[in-house]
């Protein structure tokens, strides 16, 4: 009778025991499942649907020496949160404002250096973040897609293309790269910026070497400053002035074979009488047919003489 009772109660014992862990394992799966949860930071299973976009943008014209502000739009349609590591490549501008980026450089690698930052957003959201630079050259400023690594891939942003103009503060700025070519607003072509243009544009250039520029005709003195030379542009008034213009300062004057003190050796049929004898090639035919009538004329001559003198005369 005592081992039944025993018998009955130990197995009472054990279906409590197996109720309280039932329990307590419900409670263990019920955990389970809230930490379980998707997200991009660690992928589990298939990627969900969704979409994340980021785009660049900035002012296409920015004066040298403004500051240009970049903005990042980044938006996030997946129903999760997500991490994303920005990666973002800066030249030909200096940092003013990196507005949270750090600056990476890979040691041992050829890949350049570039800023980074980490952007957090929560499902369905979207946020813009800016940083700004400012140019240091003039021209066209290349800014590269911004890179945005995910869980779920890497994105790329758009590029931007903005022009650099001067400042035109009407000072031609040498040491700002300015000249007539970059700045023409504040470097005419008739003042020096360190930049020669020998165009036939009737300006002449300061910056030209005598000879260089065919708009630099003359060097007078100006009769009411008497230690004062003055340059004057003859070229373009549709006279040869010599000896200040020929052909290689002002063809526009003096066309090739013209007699201007300058043999140009242009091959256009027109013997240059400024050549020596054999330094224009138009000249060589003009030459050879001279001499040939000369031979020609000497040999008639010295036919007339002999018919006279009996020389020719037929003997019987």
């Known amino acids: 009778m005592k081992k039944g009772l025993l018998c009955v109660a130990l197995v009472l014992f054990l279906a409590?025991?197996?109720?309280?862990?039932?329990?307590?394992c419900t409670d263990c799966d019920a955990k389970h499942n809230t930490s379980a949860s998707v997200s991009l930071a660690s992928p589990v299973g298939?990627?969900?649907?969704?979409?994340?976009?980021?785009?660049?943008?900035?002012?296409s014209t920015i004066t040298l020496g403004e500051t240009l502000t970049i903005e990042i739009t980044i938006k996030n349609d997946y129903p999760m949160n997500v991490s994303a590591e920005l990666?973002?490549?800066i030249g030909g501008a200096e940092a003013v404002d990196l507005g949270g980026f750090v600056r990476s450089t890979p040691k041992g690698s050829p890949i350049l250096p570039y800023y980074k930052k980490t952007v957090k957003l929560s499902p369905n959201s979207q946020t813009t973040i800016s940083y700004s630079i400012k140019p240091l050259y003039h021209g066209t400023?290349?800014?590269?897609?911004?890179?945005?690594?995910?869980?779920?891939?890497?994105?790329?942003?758009?590029?931007?293309?903005v022009e650099v103009e001067c400042n035109k503060n009407k000072l031609c700025e040498t040491n700002l790269d300015e000249n007539a070519l970059t700045c023409p607003q504040d470097c005419p072509p008739d003042k020096p910026d360190g930049l020669c243009n020998p165009r036939g544009d009737s300006i002449c250039d300061p910056d030209c070497k005598n000879g260089e520029d065919p708009d630099c005709g003359a060097t007078v003195t100006d009769p009411t400053r008497a230690t004062t030379t003055t340059l004057v542009s003859l070229c373009g008034n549709k006279a040869c002035d010599k000896p200040q213009e020929n052909y290689l300062t002002c063809s526009l004057d003096c066309p090739s074979g013209a007699q201007d003190g300058y043999c140009d050796k242009v091959k256009d049929g027109r013997c240059d009488p400024d050549c020596a004898a054999g330094d224009d090639t138009d000249c060589a035919g003009s030459s050879n047919l001279g001499i040939i009538i000369t031979v020609l004329f000497v040999i008639i001559l010295f036919l007339i003489f002999a018919y006279k003198k009996g020389w020719l005369k037929r003997e019987d």
Do not use: D, H, M
């Not at 409590?16 to 307590?24: C, L, Q, R």
């Not at 298939?46 to 002012?59: D, L, N, V, W």
């Not at 400023?141 to 994105?155: D, H, K, M």
């Open 141 to 161: 400023l290349e800014v590269p897609e911004t890179e945005a690594s995910t869980a779920y891939g890497t994105y790329i942003s758009n590029a931007l293309v």
């Open 46 to 59: 298939s990627t969900p649907k969704g979409s994340f976009t980021i785009e660049k943008t900035a002012r």
């Open 87 to 89: 990666k973002e490549y």
């Open 16 to 24: 409590g025991v197996v109720f309280a862990v039932n329990s307590n």
